[in-house]
């Protein structure tokens, strides 16, 4: 059946509809018409009145069993226009990267089944330079959206596949170690992170050397091996100065401060952040508050580290720096409660799960266990009904309105 609806077309209709088929989302009409070099409107609007495709709004979209057969039936043009289709969204993955405010999820979400289309092909033909830069837009997303551990496969799947350019394949790695890290599957993390150490290496690669080691700092961090995550730290910085790579020491030295203070040794860990704290680099800045304010309340100082948290909140969130903010909301919570602010301690605790469940941050053992330990002491200290009150409001609240709700006298 469909041969013979084939066969009837004139040649530049059956030519758009075999491009149709290689397109795994809806199809639209700008992105056809840079697969087949010319103006699809009209042509689109040709194949809907033979009822071979289905218009959606703006776009189109073609049967399953419809792509199936075009795919099938000529496997060379098939190959050409993927090839095609995957030049194009690259282009896009590039112009989603590049997005002056950051990565936006609904953005990607528009274009995502021919993002990953195109990814996978690109996979399938051994193409490194694709693969990387579709590889480097679609991690982006993989963070926003929390997808670490399916994000993680594809990327050791492009690895392998990308072999021949070991610079692209070390990369490649070392993003799958990172997110597997946030998945918290520490040794499949390793093991990533190790192949892109090697390879690295034999490269003698500083700056992605640097970024692997700070990615295997974080593994051991997360994992509870304290001194490994301080070496790995350190090797990070160590390696950044010497390439000048100055933000990149910069977070390196906040890790390593965070690490030394959970080991006690509070002076170097201190003697890190000094110079950090005063940085204009709202990530630099805010972490390196943050490390501070933990610091001080380890060591029960004055407002066991109340300013630097509230100082370190302000900058991560005017920054828009939403993973920090759930990293920081779940140091606030044992500081207010150290401090007798139980319904700030409460709310605080609300918002962090609000933040937590929409940006998985991950951290530290230590830092868990004071955060459990504080809201098991909040809610027993406020009783159940008033703690889920407060706790509601944090969890419900925007964040525009979360300074102004935190200076309210209780």
Not at 313 to 319: D, I, K, N, R, S
């Amino acid at each position: 059946m469909f041969r013979s609806l084939l066969d009837d077309l004139p040649d530049e209709h059956a030519e758009a509809l075999r491009a149709c088929s290689v397109f795994s989302g809806l199809i639209d009409p700008c992105a056809l018409s840079s697969v087949i070099g010319c103006q699809s409107a009209s042509l689109l609007d040709a194949l809907a009145a033979r009822g071979l495709i289905e218009r959606i709004g703006e776009r189109f979209r073609l049967s399953s069993g419809l792509r199936e057969f075009l795919l099938t039936g000529s496997l060379q043009k098939s190959s050409k226009l993927r090839d095609l289709h995957a030049a194009h969204f690259v282009q896009v993955a590039s112009q989603l990267s590049s997005n002056p405010s950051g990565p936006q999820v609904e953005a990607y979400v528009e274009h995502l089944d021919d993002l990953n289309g195109a990814f996978g092909w690109s996979i399938v033909r051994g193409q490194p330079d694709k693969i990387f830069q579709l590889a480097d837009s679609l991690y982006d997303f993989w963070l926003l959206v929390g997808w670490y551990e399916e994000g993680a496969a594809w990327l050791v799947e492009a690895a392998h596949s990308a072999a021949s350019e070991p610079q692209v394949a070390a990369r490649l790695y070392n993003f799958a170690g990172s997110l597997f890290v946030l998945a918290g599957l520490l040794d499949a993390a390793n093991e990533q992170l190790r192949k892109a150490l090697s390879l690295a290496t034999a490269l003698k690669s500083e700056p992605l050397l640097a970024r692997i080691y700070n990615n295997f700092g974080t593994s051991a961090w997360v994992g509870g091996n304290l001194p490994n995550a301080a070496i790995a730290f350190e090797e990070a910085y160590t390696v950044a100065d010497t390439i000048g790579a100055e933000v990149g020491a910069q977070l390196a030295r906040c890790n390593a401060a965070g690490v030394l203070g959970e080991m006690g040794k509070f002076a170097k860990s201190m003697a890190l952040l000094k110079p950090l704290v005063q940085i204009a680099d709202p990530g630099v800045k805010g972490f390196a508050l943050m490390n501070s304010g933990m610091n001080r309340y380890a060591q029960a100082e004055a407002d066991f580290g109340l300013s630097d948290l509230t100082e370190a909140f302000e900058v991560l969130h005017g920054a828009g720096i939403l993973r920090g903010l759930s990293y920081c909301t779940r140091c606030l919570v044992p500081s207010y409660a150290a401090n007798g602010l139980q319904t700030q301690a409460a709310f605080m605790s609300g918002l962090h799960d609000q933040l937590n469940e929409e940006h998985f941050s991950v951290s530290s053992p230590e830092s868990h266990r004071r955060f459990d330990e504080a809201r098991s002491d909040i809610e027993e200290s406020l009783g159940p009904a008033t703690f889920l009150e407060i706790y509601e409001k944090g969890y419900y609240a925007q964040l525009d309105d979360v300074k102004s709700y935190l200076s309210k006298k209780w």
